[in-house]
Antibody, heavy 117, light 112 residues
């Protein structure tokens, strides 16, 4: 059974940092392209980052709104993907999901990040 | 960025009737490899989104044949025939042809 479990969310002040982890199992992680998608309190979904596999040099891509502030990374030995979020803004408040699959076939349950003073 | 415009914003349907959702793209979603990476997701209350349709018209494993995706280029439609209670939720279209990938704003399906 495929499982994705996000952790690391919480309440953080503007300008601070947070690192999310997505631990996975049940599929061949090393060849999977992994993504982070977030959902605002207004329920708008936004794709924010992708990391490809080793054969594609672990290439990364980001939506403009997080470029320079967020970093996606992976550890194939732990079947985990990470999202380092720096210089957080109130508009980054959202539930963050990791997802993968042909089409986004598999999703975690999400972790809530609240940016507020 | 590609803008996906979904209509209607909400839809109230009688059980057993058909529902239709439109997704219009600001540019063609046909990729250079000939495939069109337009997908449909359903987010049921309190759950993560779930994949229904990929590459315009292919149903994901386990998705009932009541869900039919169609379209090409910039215009796409999701039809749900014989709506059932478990179909309620918010439907999103999504494109993975152009970076950055983008979602539509969602269509809320309610049961009358």
């Amino acid at each position: 059974e495929v499982q994705l479990v996000e952790t690391g969310g919480g309440l953080v002040q503007p300008g601070k940092s947070l690192k999310l982890t997505c631990a996975t199992s049940g599929f061949t992680f090393s060849t999977a392209w992994m993504h982070w998608v977030r959902q605002s309190p207004e329920k708008r979904l936004e794709w924010i980052a992708r990391i490809k596999d080793k054969s594609n040099n672990y290439a990364t891509d980001y939506v403009e709104s997080v470029k320079g502030r967020f970093t996606i990374s992976r550890d194939d030995s732990k079947s985990s993907v990470y999202l380092q979020m720096n210089s957080l803004k109130e508009e980054d408040t959202a539930t963050y999901y990791c997802t993968t699959g042909g089409g986004f076939a598999y999703w975690g349950q999400g972790t809530l990040v609240t940016v507020s003073s | 960025d590609v803008v996906l415009t979904q209509t209607p914003v909400s839809l109230s349907v009688t059980l057993g009737d058909q529902a239709s959702i439109s997704c219009r793209s600001s540019q063609s979603l046909e990729y250079s490899d000939g495939y069109t990476y337009l997908e449909w997701y359903l987010q049921k209350p309190g759950q993560s989104p779930q994949l229904l349709i990929y590459e315009v018209s292919n149903r994901f494993s386990g998705v009932p044949d009541r869900f039919i995706g169609s379209g090409s280029g910039t215009d796409f439609t999701l039809k749900i025939s014989r709506v059932e209670p478990e179909d309620l939720g918010v439907y999103y279209c999504f494109q993975a042809t152009h970076d950055p990938f983008t979602f539509g704003s969602g269509t809320k399906l309610e049961i009358k």
